[in-house]
């Protein structure tokens, strides 16, 4: 299990949301890149980043600022936020990003969710963002109908790279990660689950990596920024299996 250091991008900024709320909003940074090459040094082997604008107008905002944070590093850079066209999966993918993470797409259109993992197998990944059991849609901004395991049954058969699971009721709480829920994640999901949400210091890196093997990384955003939780404590913690 690795740990992946969060960069959460609005108007060009390094921002954390509460429970992804973009009126609720602490600023960290105005230099992205030099932030992805602080979590780099301190030992990432690769770095999430959102583009918020992009995520709630459906579209890239923070286009170029993604780009210049994976030229800044030498790890690999995952992305999402408004990606839901084919071609801006091309841009990104043929301009340095490792992977990007697709979100409302999946549900909404599946067909391009096919040909996006036909095209680029294994380089996409599922962001599944979760709220009271049901999928969030449109940047957390709308609740679907669909269940996780809904949507688990509704990708099996795609070359994609794993799930991103986050519980939003835990994101940039600090209140721990909704354990149980990742749990049936794993359980369910036919792809590697990446944990994301509410990991506040270092025996919460403990207690997702006890759900199993299942469990590929955990995304850890506002308990970097606030010094709950060390990068280096993080990842001796994910590397030991205490």
């Known amino acids: 299990m690795i740990v992946i250091p969060a960069i959460d991008l609005k108007d060009g900024r390094c921002v954390r949301l509460r429970q992804g709320d973009m009126d609720q909003e602490t600023s960290y940074s105005h230099d992205p890149p030099a932030m992805a090459t ?4 301190l030992g990432a082997q690769r ?13 890239p905002r923070n286009f ?5 944070i994976a030229r800044a590093v030498s790890i690999p850079v995952q992305v999402g936020g408004g990606i839901r066209r084919l071609d801006t999966i091309r841009d990104y993918l043929s301009q340095g990003i490792s992977q990007v993470v697709l979100g409302t797409m999946a549900l909404e259109n599946p067909a391009l969710l096919e040909d996006a993992s036909r095209e ?4 996409i990944l599922i962001g599944v963002d979760v709220k009271h059991g049901k ?3 449109h940047g957390w901004t709308n609740v679907s109908e669909s269940t996780p395991e809904e949507l688990f049954r509704s990708i099996e ?13 835990r994101d ?4 721990g990660p909704n354990v149980p829920a990742l749990e049936q994640a794993a359980r369910t999901s036919p792809f590697p689950v990446i944990a994301s949400g509410g990991v506040t210091k270092v025996e919460d890196i403990y207690a997702v990596k006890t759900v199993g093997a299942k469990i590929a990384g955990v995304i850890v955003g506002k308990a970097l920024y606030e010094g709950t ?4 404590s993080a990842l001796e913690a994910a590397a030991s299996g205490g």
């Open 135 to 137: 999928v969030a849609v």
């Open 38 to 41: 602080h979590w780099e040094s």
């Open 229 to 232: 939780l060390s990068l280096p």
């Open 47 to 59: 770095l999430h980043v959102v583009d918020l604008n992009g995520a709630v107008d459906g579209k």
């Open 172 to 175: 940039g709480m600090l209140d």
């Open 64 to 68: 170029d600022h993604v780009l210049a």
């Open 157 to 169: 058969s795609y070359a994609l790279a794993g799930v991103i699971f986050t519980e939003i009721s």
């Open 120 to 123: 680029f197998p294994g380089r």
